[in-house]
């Protein structure tokens, strides 16, 4: 016979100090607040075709705004929010570059998420 899992304490038994000194209960509950946020930026840079345009060298955010015609700052926020969650990575000379988990969203190379991203992301019907 198995134990019983103790159930998980209600903020009123544990008190709100106890949570500002849990900072992890704050960063999962704020990924948790920020998750849809987050897949509309994805879903953005998929149909930029980000992940492609930047597979073969990093591009400064002014090189990404021509070639994917939209406008520098606009882009530049959402560039911002991509590497906040780890899909590009920033040098001190404003070039972004995929990491190793943006590179899963190129087409066609292996473990890619790209149809997968797209079709949760898209609008249903």
Known sequence: MSKAQPRPKLATEIGSASNE????LNTVLMRLV??????EVIQVALKLDLADLL?????????LAEATHTKP???YRLLRVLVSVG???VSTSHRFGLTQMGQLLQKGVPGSVYSTALFFGSPRA
Not at 56 to 62: G, H, L, P, R
């Open 55 to 63: 597979k073969a060298q990093a591009m400064t955010d002014e090189e």
């Open 34 to 39: 920020l998750g849809n946020l987050v897949s």
């Open 87 to 89: 899909i590009l990575e």
């Open 21 to 24: 000194n849990n900072p992890n």
């Open 73 to 75: 700052a606009a882009l």
